[in-house]
């Protein structure tokens, strides 16, 4: 105990002899724990946290597989209008995906990420919108 705490008493003399290097070091320091929070922040509130709704712990995806090819694949729209009329165990369904459209607004055309859902999806998450209406199924 008694090394550690002129190891300690030393290296604050040091410290205080360059007071550059001083607050070289320490600026280093606040800079990445700062970086560090803020990135740790963000991957938080995106990735680590569990969806706001019910009970998301029980929610799956379904992919499937074609034999010969590598990887999964989404499910067709027809395999899951098949699967939500056939399955007795599930105890409700939902589908959606991704795609990419083009918007044209003041002579300028944008593709744009969209999200196809069915008309269940919020109901299925358990959301409800703070203003207006959801869209329901037809």
């Not at 070289?24 to 995106?46: E, K, R």
């Amino acid at each position: 105990m008694k090394n550690l705490w002129q190891d300690v008493t030393y290296g604050v003399r040091m410290l205080l002899k360059n007071p550059g290097f001083t607050l070289v070091a320490v600026l280093t320091l606040a800079l990445g724990i700062a970086v560090n929070t803020a990135v740790f922040g963000v991957i938080n509130g995106f990735m680590l946290r569990p969806l706001p709704g019910k009970d998301n712990a029980n929610s799956v995806a379904v992919e499937e597989r074609n034999e010969g090819e590598p990887g999964l694949r989404m499910a067709s729209y027809l395999d899951y209008v098949d699967y939500r009329a056939h399955a007795d165990a599930i105890s409700d369904m939902t589908a959606y995906t991704n795609g990419l459209v083009g918007l044209t607004a003041d002579h300028r055309t944008e593709r744009i990420l969209v999200q196809y859902a069915a008309g269940n999806f919020f109901s299925f998450l358990g959301l409800q919108p703070s203003l207006c209406r959801l869209f329901y199924p037809t």
